[in-house]
C-alpha cells in the first residue's frame, strides 16, 4: 500500500499539474524511438532562457557564498553576460563549440559555465582531478576549441597535446579579474548574443564504463532544462508538504556546495536547480566535517548533499552540539549506497533533519528515482521511486540485446532502465556504445541490476558493468588495469572494489610480476599514481606469486578474486 507520504506527494503534484500549471506536461514523440514521452510544458526552452528567467526572478537574492565574495543572481547573471560577450566576439564561439572548463568548484566556475551556455557553447565539464593526459584526452574528443582553466589544471596540460586554446581563469576574487581573459580579446555585455534552441548541444560530461575508454556523455538544451525543471517539480511538492507540517525554515533555502561541480549531481540538481528554487550555494573547497557544521551555522543552511558518509560524520561528531545546525532539515546522499544503520541513526542524532537518496546518471542528466523522509526510513535499503512527472522506471530482461526492451514482472531482478525526455542523447565519436545504451525504443540501460517491489520501489542489488564507483566517481577497472600493465615488470593484474565506509568502495588491485622480477606495492602504487588520477590509485596492492584464477573463457575470475581480498581486507583471512 502507498505510504501517506507518497499519497501526500501525488495530491501535491496533482495541484501543479493542471493545464497552466507550472507541472502541466504533453507528450512529445521522439523520432529516434518512436515513442512518446512527457515534456514540461512551462519549462524554458533551453538553459540560456532559463538562466535569464530565473537569475531575473530572484534577482535581488544571495546566489554564491564563495569565502569572502558574495553574488546576488543578478549580479552573477551581469558577469556571466559580460563573460558571454566575450567568447562569442573575442574567441568566436559559435552554437555548439565545445568549450571545456577544467577548474575547481568556486564563484567563478559557476560564472564560467553560465557564459558558455549563453554563448551558445556546449559545456564540456572536464573532470578536475584528472592528470593532465586524461584531460587531454577530455579535450581532444570534442575537440574543445576553447579550455577555460585555473592555474592548477593548466599546469598540468603542460607537455600534452590537445589542441584547444587554454583561456585562464581564477578564483578567490571578483568576476571581473577571475574572468578578465575570456573579454581580454573584445565583446561584452552590448555583444549580441545567439539564439539557442531545445536542441542544440547544452553540455558534455564524462562517464568511464567497463570499457576503459572515458566517454563523452552530450546532452540537448531541451534534456537538460527538462531535467532541472523535474528536480524542481520535486522539490515543490515535497517543500509544500514540509510547509504544510511546519517542517520548513523561515530562512533562503540555503544549499552547502561539497560535491564538483563537474559531476552530473554537482550540475543539475544541485547547481541548475537552485535558479529556479531562488536558493544560496555556499560554497566548500575541501571537505571537513566541522567546517561544514560551522558554516550550516553561520549561513543558515537548508540543505545538504554529499557522499552518504559526509552527512554521517556530521551526525557523529563529537562536536556537533557546539552548532545550532536546527536550520538544515534535509541530508541529502547520491554517489555511493548509505548503510541502512546510517539512516535512523542520522534521524536521531539531528531529529530537526531527514536523511534522503536520490538515484540517478550522467546518461539520465541526474534523474531517476527518489526515496525521501519517513519513507526513506520505513525502506533504508531502497533508493526510492521514479521521480514525477517525466521519468519512468522499469527492470527490463538484461540479455536483450538489441530490439525493445522486455519489462520484467514486478519483483523479478533485471537491468534497471529509465526513460525520459531528460536522457542523454549519446556518446560522442562513439555510436556504437550509444547503440548499446539504449533500447530501440527509448530505454536508457543503466548497467545496474536490480528490482521493483510491490510499492514500486527500487532496489539495486548488483551491477552489470566491471566498473567501482568511489564517492561519486566511476572507475574503470579496466583503465586501472591499463595503467599498471604499463609497467614493464607486470606480467598479470586484476583490479576491483572493496567496501569502504566513506567512499562505498575503493579500488584495490592483485598483481603478478615477469618471472624473475622485483616490483614491491610502494613502487608500483607511485608507478600508477604517474598515470592516472589519484581517486584511481587503488588504496591496495597485493602481490601474488601464481597466476590468478581463470573463468573457462579464460578471462581472470575478478569475482573470486574479489571474495577472496574483501575477506583479507576486512580482518577475515590472512591474504
Avoid at 97 to 111: E, K, L, T
Avoid at 188 to 210: K, N
Wanted: aromatic share 8%; glycine share 10%.
Amino acid at each position: 500500500m502507498p505510504s501517506q507520504l507518497d499519497l501526500d506527494l501525488e495530491r501535491a503534484f496533482a495541484r501543479h499539474c493542471v493545464p497552466g500549471g507550472l507541472l502541466e506536461t504533453q507528450p512529445v514523440r521522439v523520432e529516434r524511438f518512436g515513442v512518446e514521452m512527457p515534456m514540461l510544458v512551462q519549462s524554458p526552452p533551453a538553459l540560456p532562457q532559463y538562466l535569464a528567467y530565473f537569475s531575473m526572478t530572484n534577482a535581488d537574492k544571495e546566489f554564491v557564498v564563495d569565502g569572502e565574495f558574495r553574488l546576488t543572481f543578478a549580479q552573477a547573471y551581469a558577469a556571466a553576460r559580460e563573460a558571454a560577450g566575450g567568447l562569442v566576439e573575442g574567441h568566436g564561439v559559435k552554437v555548439g563549440d565545445f568549450v571545456g572548463i577544467a577548474a575547481r568548484n568556486s564563484a567563478n566556475w559557476i560564472i564560467a559555465y553560465m557564459a558558455v551556455l549563453m554563448a551558445g557553447g556546449c559545456a564540456t565539464l572536464l573532470n578536475g582531478w584528472w592528470q593532465g593526459g586524461e584531460l587531454a584526452e577530455g579535450i581532444r574528443l570534442g575537440p574543445c576549441k576553447l579550455v577555460l582553466a585555473d592555474a592548477g589544471r593548466a599546469r598540468r596540460l603542460e607537455g600534452h597535446g590537445h589542441g584547444a586554446e587554454i583561456v585562464p581563469i581564477e578564483h578567490d576574487c571578483d568576476p571581473a579579474q577571475g574572468l578578465a581573459a575570456l573579454t581580454a580579446k573584445g565583446g561584452g555585455a552590448d555583444t549580441a548574443l545567439p539564439e539557442v534552441t531545445g536542441e542544440d548541444r547544452a553540455t558534455m560530461l564524462f562517464t568511464s564504463g567497463s570499457t576503459g575508454q572515458s566517454k563523452g556523455a552530450w546532452s540537448d538544451h531541451r534534456g537538460v532544462t527538462q531535467a532541472a525543471m523535474n528536480y524542481v517539480a520535486q522539490s515543490i511538492a515535497v517543500l509544500g508538504l514540509m510547509e504544510e507540517r511546519g517542517e520548513l525554515p523561515s530562512s533562503q533555502p540555503t544549499a552547502l556546495v561539497n560535491v564538483p561541480l563537474f559531476h552530473v549531481t554537482g550540475e543539475v540538481p544541485l547547481l541548475l536547480q537552485t535558479y529556479a528554487l531562488g536558493r544560496k550555494l555556499v560554497m566548500m573547497p575541501k571537505w571537513d566535517a566541522e567546517e561544514a557544521m560551522r558554516l550550516i551555522e553561520r549561513e543558515k543552511v537548508t540543505y545538504f548533499v554529499g557522499v552518504p558518509l559526509m552527512s554521517y560524520e556530521i551526525a557523529t561528531h563529537p562536536n556537533k552540539d557546539n552548532y545550532d545546525l536546527s536550520t538544515c532539515v534535509t541530508f541529502a546522499g547520491g554517489g555511493a549506497p548509505r548503510p541502512a544503520e546510517h539512516v535512523t541513526r542520522i534521524r536521531e542524532a539531528l531529529p530537526a533533519a531527514f536523511p534522503i537518496l536520490g538515484y540517478g546518471l550522467t546518461e539520465t542528466n541526474g534523474v531517476g528515482a527518489g526515496n525521501f523522509n519517513e519513507n526513506y526510513l520505513a525502506k533504508p535499503d531502497s533508493t526510492g521511486r521514479a521521480s514525477p512527472p517525466l521519468v519512468e522506471l522499469g527492470i527490463l530482461d538484461p540479455n536483450i540485446a538489441d530490439g525493445a526492451g522486455k519489462v520484467l514482472e514486478q519483483g523479478a531482478i533485471g537491468e534497471i532502465c529509465i526513460r525520459s525526455i531528460c536522457n542523454f542523447i549519446g556518446y560522442w565519436r562513439n555510436d556504437e556504445a550509444t547503440a548499446e545504451a539504449f533500447t530501440a525504443d527509448g530505454w536508457f540501460r543503466s548497467g545496474d541490476l536490480g528490482y521493483l517491489d510491490e510499492d514500486q520501489y527500487l532496489f539495486i542489488v548488483d551491477r552489470k558493468k566491471d566498473i567501482i564507483i568511489r564517492g561519486g566517481e566511476n572507475i574503470s577497472s579496466i583503465e586501472v588495469e591499463a595503467a599498471l600493465y604499463a609497467h614493464p615488470d607486470v606480467a598479470e593484474a586484476s583490479v576491483f572494489g572493496l567496501p569502504d565506509e566513506r567512499y562505498g568502495e575503493v579500488p584495490a588491485a592483485v598483481y603478478l610480476t615477469e618471472e624473475g622480477r622485483e616490483l614491491d606495492p610502494d613502487a608500483l602504487r607511485a608507478f600508477v599514481a604517474g598515470e592516472i588520477a589519484p581517486f584511481k590509485v587503488p588504496v591496495k596492492f597485493w602481490q601474488v606469486h601464481d597466476a590468478l584464477p581463470r573463468l573457462g573463457t579464460e578471462k581472470v575470475d575478478k569475482r573470486t578474486l574479489r571474495e577472496r581480498y574483501t575477506k583479507v581486507w576486512e580482518g577475515e583471512q590472512p591474504a
